[in-house]
């Protein structure tokens, strides 16, 4: 008889942060997968190389840490170098590829301490390093292939908004036969990821719906005001990285709120963002820093807007 | 009929395997160990001596202040010895070790003995007292205190609290549905006591039969009402239930007196209905006897006293073959290294798990299921954080002694981190700093 003695409880739900990051990954196969049907098998080796250089790179750092290196495969470094490549134009030449998912996983994570650490996304973190390392291959488009146009660069839709005032068609963007990075074509595949998600409990519905909801309105009453000059709602949310952003990015538990209230700011802060800097900004896309701005507040949130307690003085 | 349920809170799979078995009286015990704290606050004062003989209910323990209870002889018999005993909690305590010498003598009551109708609040607290009985939901807390709250406080509703919303344990189901008659006397006994204008008897939704039986008896009763609550863990705790039925909120570090409220397990009521209309102290109670690791889950009626290690044979325990056992419920209850422990007042069930679940650590990631899932709304991410950090004055602030341990957070953790015993330790060693 050898009975284990341990603090209660003595049950528990079987959740563990492996399973989550799987869900993750179940929830980015239709979009994964789309990209590689838009864009070619040149979208799969970009993810191929992100993915695996960022679950390197997470072995090495544990190693020089001197930490438990069985934690790579938490599932979590497969999840930032996918959602990274998710973020790249298909074009991207692999070795920029290999270096934004090193840094993702070294600035972005490992020197925050690990997983769990880190105060912005570091997929973001990866792309943002990308971005500025590289501004040219990272804003070169090439056409989607479902959408027949036979040019060697294309503008996106939101660039195509910004600089010659084109608005693409909602179907176009909705089901995805626009130009983009891997991850911004089809809006509906990553809302059905996104549901997958929510469905599993995995992540926190007010955040989708705080981003995309403060969007709407805020560009809704652009609109109303002036629609020669600002683009309608419907265009605004399915356009770009916004549905990416907002279900698997704004989302990561580690660089979001705990708070109610803090989420609530904290989404409606991207939303906010991003139509200020696709409208105002000079740059035709703002997910990304929108996200990583607000990344930035979610420790003062948690600090300073913790929910009430039961029976604690209004 | 009136439906609610707790919005916060985790449902686990329940594990009623024993809901069907009837209360059977377990036999007479060779030898009770009877130890004399088995409730909060003050150990009881012994009575009895060395080889001195006792009757069954006899005191052999006097309350030793204002919080504390009495402690009887669960048995006719002769005091071996008195001597430190382990419990299940891991502390040590003084005990009587009684040898049974033969069948029940009854000692004569130490409080008044009068029809039910003629009792007076008085007289109903001197029973609760003088019976020994204590909160039998798992906090022992002494009854007869918690009928008396102080006058600036009248206490308008009382909540028989049958939800048992731990999983596995049945004695409170199998008690209502058995003695729902004897359980509402003592209730109804209850109100008049604290003068409550309104009673409830909340019973969770898997528990059917348990609502039936109650409803029969109420249909037209004045002043009561069933209340069906959708299973929910910890919906029985006091705080929860007086949220989820009165909608009020106990201020923290309050008692439900502070806002009228007054809430009584079913177990509780029953030994008092035994003491009032039988004269019998609480000297017995139903323990569930569950879990994977044995072959008859049961519910027997126990001498408090009785040695675990026979209630669990009676059971057909496999103890050579488990992983665990548990002393209460998987939620709260305390796994114990040995089953060489005397079943106390608070002994709600005992449960014998053949596999435990030993998930990998990983860091905290901020999910916040912890934090939506408590039902006190305690931010608990930042807690213990604090407490690893030992900024002891912001994890006060962040409710680090609201916190009633109920283990809905490192029940639903995704990184397995013992959030639960994390804030035992902050507690701990707050109390340990404090206390120089």
Redesign the interface.
């Known amino acids: 008889?050898s009975?284990?003695?341990?603090?209660?409880?003595?049950?528990?739900?079987?959740?563990?942060?492996p399973?989550?990051m799987l869900h993750v990954i179940i929830a980015l196969i239709p979009a994964a997968a789309a990209s590689i049907y838009f864009f070619g098998i040149r979208a799969l080796w970009v993810m191929l190389v992100s993915i695996v250089t960022a679950i390197l790179t997470e072995y090495i750092f544990l190693l020089l840490r001197k930490k438990d290196t069985s934690?790579v495969l938490?599932g979590s470094a497969f999840v930032t170098g996918l959602l990274l490549a998710m973020t790249l134009p298909p074009s991207i030449n692999l070795s920029m590829v290999a270096i934004g998912s090193a840094v993702a996983i070294i600035i972005g994570k490992q020197v925050f301490g690990?997983?769990?650490?880190n105060v912005f996304n570091p997929a973001l973190v990866g792309r943002a390093f990308l971005q500025a390392a590289f501004p040219i291959p990272m804003t070169t488009w090439v056409a989607n292939k479902a959408s027949h146009v036979d040019a060697v660069s294309v503008a996106t839709p939101l660039g195509g908004f910004k600089f010659s005032h084109i608005l693409t068609a909602h179907k176009d963007l909705f089901l995805g036969n626009v130009s983009g990075s891997l991850g911004e074509t089809s809006a509906l595949l990553l809302i059905l990821g996104g549901l997958y998600l929510l469905a599993r409990r995995?992540i926190?519905w007010r955040i989708p719906v705080g981003i995309l909801t403060t969007v709407f309105i805020f560009d809704g009453i652009l609109w109303l005001a002036n629609s020669k000059k600002y683009p309608d709602p419907v265009f605004m949310l399915l356009a770009g990285g916004l549905m990416l952003g907002a279900w698997f990015m704004a989302t990561d538990?580690?660089t979001?709120p705990?708070?109610p209230a803090g989420i609530w700011i904290y989404s409606a802060g991207i939303g906010i963002l991003v139509v200020l800097i696709r409208l105002f900004g000079g740059m035709p896309e703002g997910v990304m820093y929108s996200i990583l701005i607000m990344n930035a507040f979610v420790p003062l949130m948690?600090?300073y807007l913790?929910?009430?307690?039961?029976?604690?003085?209004k | 009929m009136l439906k609610l349920r707790m919005k916060r809170g985790?449902h686990?799979?329940e594990g009623k395997i024993s809901a069907s078995r009837e209360i059977q009286e377990f036999p007479l015990p060779k030898q009770v160990i009877i130890p004399f704290s088995q409730h909060t606050g003050k150990p009881a004062t012994p009575l009895v001596k060395k080889r001195q003989d006792v009757k069954t209910g006899e005191k052999i323990g006097e309350a030793a202040g204002f919080i504390s209870a009495p402690v009887h002889s669960s048995v006719t018999g002769k005091v071996k010895a008195l001597e430190t005993v382990l419990l299940p909690n891991g502390t040590s305590t003084l005990a009587a070790f009684i040898e049974v010498t033969g069948e029940d003598e009854f000692a004569e009551p130490t409080w008044p003995m009068k029809e039910i109708s003629q009792l007076t609040p008085d007289d109903v607290r001197t029973i609760a007292r003088e019976a020994g009985i204590v909160g039998l939901g798992g906090a022992v807390f002494p009854t007869a205190v918690k009928i008396s709250p102080p006058k600036e406080y009248p206490i308008d509703s009382v909540i028989v609290n049958g939800a048992e919303c731990e999983?596995y344990l049945t004695s409170d189901h199998r008690l209502m549905v058995e003695h729902a008659q004897e359980i509402l006397t003592a209730a109804e006994l209850l109100k008049n006591t604290v003068g409550a204008s309104r009673g409830y008897i909340a019973i969770e939704d898997n528990k059917p039969d348990a609502i039936e039986s109650f409803e029969k008896l109420v249909n037209g009763v004045k002043g009561w009402e069933v209340v069906s609550l959708k299973t929910r863990y910890p919906q029985g705790a006091e705080?929860s239930l007086i949220?989820v039925i009165l909608g009020r909120?106990?201020?923290?570090g309050?008692l439900p007196f502070h806002v009228g409220a007054l809430v009584q397990n079913v177990g509780t009521l029953y030994a008092l209905y035994e003491a009032a209309v039988k004269g019998i102290p609480l000297i017995k109670r139903v323990v569930t006897v569950t879990g994977d690791g044995v072959t008859q889950p049961s519910n027997f009626l126990v001498r408090i006293g009785t040695n675990m290690r026979e209630v669990l044979e009676a059971a057909g325990a496999d103890?050579?073959n488990?992983?665990?056992?548990?002393v209460?419920g998987?939620?709260?209850?305390?796994?114990?290294?040995?089953p060489e422990i005397p079943v106390l007042k608070s002994t709600s069930g005992i449960?014998v798990?053949r596999k435990?679940?030993k998930?990998?650590v990983?860091?905290?990631?901020?999910?916040?299921?912890c934090?939506y899932a408590c039902?006190?709304?305690?931010?608990t991410?930042?807690l213990v954080k604090y407490i690893q950090a030992e900024m002891w004055d912001q994890a006060k602030a962040?409710?680090l002694f609201?916190c009633m341990?109920c283990?809905?957070c490192?029940?639903?953790c995704?990184?397995?981190i013992?959030l639960?015993?994390w804030i035992?330790y902050g507690k701990f060693k707050v109390r340990s700093m404090e206390a120089k």
């Open positions: 008889m009975l284990i003695v341990s603090s209660s409880p003595h049950i528990h739900d079987r959740e563990s942060v399973k989550i934690a938490d690990g997983f769990g650490g995995y926190d538990p580690v979001s705990v708070s948690d600090k913790r929910q009430r307690m039961l029976g604690e003085k | 985790v686990p799979p999983p705080k949220k909120e106990v201020p923290m309050g103890l050579e488990a992983e665990k056992l548990i209460g998987p939620m709260m209850g305390i796994s114990v290294k040995t449960i798990m435990v679940y998930g990998k990983y860091p905290c990631l901020y999910c916040g299921r934090v039902p006190l709304s305690i931010t991410t930042r962040f409710g609201n341990e283990g809905v490192s029940y639903v995704p990184a397995n013992p639960v015993h035992r």
